[in-house]
């Protein structure tokens, strides 16, 4: 089992930056895809980016040059760093992970959601004008 328990979300202003973190307990020393998710009022949930134990990296092309995601294997920790933010980008903001996977997996395409075994709560980003 895994807990997936997500932070730094709040508001922030058109333009402003915000780091979302997201600390992985339990069963650490399985292998993952870390994955960040988005669910915007009304909208369906969407892959916002992932990375896998090789540090390969995937992005929606509506965050790509703007969101970046790290991982830190000391404290693991998965973060999104949050730049140029636009009004669209208020939204739930999801933490998961999957099970032995890798970014290649998941081919060209959103990411598969349904592929993903644990979730966090989610956490709120507001960006206003």
């Known amino acids: 089992q895994v807990q997936l328990v997500e932070s730094g979300g709040g508001s922030v202003q058109a333009g402003g930056s915000l780091r979302l973190s997201c600390v992985v307990s339990g069963d650490t020393r399985s292998s993952y895809c870390m994955a960040w998710f988005r669910q915007a009022p009304g909208k369906e949930r969407e892959g916002v980016a992932a990375?896998?134990?090789?540090?390969?990296?995937t992005y929606a092309d509506s965050v790509k040059g703007r969101f970046t995601i790290s991982q830190d294997n000391a404290k693991n920790t998965v973060y999104l760093q949050m730049s140029n933010l636009k009004l669209e980008d208020t939204a739930m903001y999801y933490c998961a992970a999957d099970l032995g996977a890798l970014v290649v997996d998941y081919g060209v395409g959103p990411l598969p959601q349904n592929q993903f075994d644990y979730w966090g709560q989610g956490i709120l980003v507001t960006v206003s004008s």
């Open positions: 990375i896998d134990s090789t540090g390969a990296t």
